[in-house]
Antibody, heavy 122, light 107 residues
Framework: QITLKESGPTLVKPTQTLTLTCSFS??????????VGWIRQPPGKALEWLAL???????RYNPSLKSRLTITKDTSKSQVVLTMTNMDPLDTATYYC??????????????WGQGTQVTVSS | SSELTQDPAVSVALGQTVTITCQGD??????ANWYQKKPGQAPIVVIF???NRPSGIPDRFSGSSSGNPASLTITGAQAEDEADYYC??????????FGGGTKLTVL
């Protein structure tokens, strides 16, 4: 059974850097084709993909946020870390991580973690 | 363009059939997947690839996920199907794409 869980601060101040950790079990990030992604949902708004890290350390970022994002992995700890710099109140959202399986022809995340709420406020 | 477009809201009478659509240039080349998102819960996949349904998803959910537009059909909608539905796919750079979501109301 694959599970993921996000952790990190619930409150950050504007201009600070957010660091979120996705701890997972039930799969390995050394398996060919597998990845872990981050997605967020601001209150009342749509889901927004942020970043994706593959087993071979291929890293993908949402072009509109690329300059602020860094995604890394610690395979030994089964963790993926996302950092987002220069946080703004508009970054207030629930942040999710998701497992990207290797399914030929399908770009999807399944399952997802429960999500972690992040509020940006002074 | 690297966008997926969905109608913001759709409604359906209980027990009737509803189709939710997703438009985007990349859908001409890549299949769509569909998520169901309820408040306070993580999204779950209801359809992926070429009309594949994960285990546990009722067979009233079906998809036409190849071509533009892609669509999700719920045949005999139930009250518990009231949720936001998101289509996803990929762009030509192999990056994920998310639609803006469709709020489904079951009347």
């Amino acid at each position: 059974q694959i599970t993921l869980k996000e952790s990190g601060p619930t409150l950050v101040k504007p201009t600070q850097t957010l660091t979120l950790t996705c701890s997972f079990s039930g799969f390995s990030l050394t398996t060919s084709g597998v990845g872990v992604g981050w997605i967020r949902q601001p209150p009342g708004k749509a889901l927004e993909w942020l970043a994706l890290l593959y087993w071979d350390d291929d890293k993908r970022y949402n072009p509109s946020l690329k300059s602020r994002l860094t995604i890394t992995k610690d395979t030994s700890k089964s963790q993926v870390v996302l950092t987002m710099t220069n946080m703004d109140p508009l970054d207030t959202a629930t942040y999710y991580c998701g497992h990207k399986p290797f399914i030929r022809g399908a770009m999807l995340f399944d399952p997802w973690g429960q999500g972690t709420q992040v509020t940006v406020s002074s | 363009s690297s966008e997926l477009t969905q109608d913001p809201a759709v409604s359906v009478a209980l027990g009737q059939t509803v189709t939710i659509t997703c438009q985007g240039d990349s859908l001409r080349a890549y299949s769509a997947n569909w998520y169901q998102k309820k408040p306070g819960q993580a999204p779950i996949v209801v359809i992926f690839g070429k009309n594949n349904r994960p285990s546990g998803i009722p067979d009233r959910f079906s998809g036409s996920s190849s071509g533009n537009p892609a669509s999700l059909t719920i045949t005999g909608a139930q009250a518990e199907d009231e949720a936001d539905y998101y289509c996803t796919s990929r762009d030509y750079n192999a990056n994920p794409l998310f639609g803006g979501g469709t709020k489904l109301t079951v009347l």
